[in-house]
């Protein structure tokens, strides 16, 4: 497979990726409830946020191919891998349409 | 019933850690700049603490599970070295830095004092959870 300390890089890329992104969008819903950072318009928060989730999310998705590429073929047949795809799949489309609407972002 | 803590603690993360990191990201002068870090921290602070209570009781519940075998992996160790590190980075905070708040709540860069305390937590919460991880290779 390759050296250990690739893999714990790797693998510990894939948790602060989800903190980082999972994080920002977990602070911007709580704004949308009007939960968190209320003397913030939304847009602002959304905006000050969006450097760091795509940070986040770029993490995530090179992470997750290398772990891919390691477990390619046990992973193509599991189901919970599948619904993991889905969700990310329908996640980032919701993000790219509804979500940016809302927020106002361009 | 062991996957399930397991999974609730590493999803908590983006809850307790994922906020923390944006209240330290206000404490570096990166981000929210146009917010004052005192209102920052107490938007902020209830998400945290609710995150870090299920960190703490999964995490518990883990090592209750597991705890002869957690006590002698390094993993382990480090992780809760790196965890005392971070409280004390906050404790001391707390105690010294933020005293001094009213001078500088609104300044978009906060004083040097802050931004390493920031810097620091970052640290800190990026070795327990790359230690943290390592923990289940060891048992």
Redesign the interface.
């Known amino acids: 497979m390759g050296s250990t300390w690739l893999v714990s890089i790797v693998e510990l890329s894939h948790l602060l990726g989800l903190t980082i992104l999972v994080g920002s969008v977990v602070v911007v819903s709580l704004r949308m409830f009007g939960v968190v950072m209320t003397r913030m318009p939304l847009s602002e928060v959304a905006g000050e946020l969006w450097n760091w989730a795509l940070f986040g999310l770029i993490l995530q998705l090179t992470s997750g191919v290398l772990l891919f590429m390691s477990e390619a073929v046990r992973w193509y047949h599991s189901g919970p891998f599948l619904v993991k795809m889905t969700c990310l799949f329908l996640a980032l489309l919701f993000h790219f349409t509804i979500y940016r609407r809302v927020t106002g972002r361009k | 019933m062991y996957p399930i803590i397991l999974a609730v603690h ?1 999803l908590a ?3 307790s ?3 923390l ?2 209240f330290d ?1 206000r404490l570096l002068g990166i ?2 700049r ?2 004052r870090v005192s ?2 921290y107490r ?2 602070m209830p ?1 945290m603490l609710s995150g870090f209570f299920v960190m703490f009781t999964t995490g518990g519940l883990l090592f209750w599970a597991l705890a002869a075998k957690c006590y002698g992996n390094v993993y382990f160790r480090i992780k809760l070295i790196a965890l005392m590190l971070a409280a004390v980075n906050a404790l001391v905070y707390h105690l010294t830095t933020e005293r001094t708040i009213a001078q500088w709540d609104a300044a978009p860069l906060p004083p040097v004092r802050a931004r390493l305390a920031g810097l620091f937590s970052i640290v800190c919460w ?1 070795v327990v ?2 230690a943290g ?2 923990i289940v290779l060891g048992l």
Do not use: D, Y
């Open positions: 590493v993360l983006t809850i850690v994922g906020t990191v944006w990201l981000k929210m146009s917010q209102e920052v938007q902020l998400v990026i959870i790359g991880r390592r």
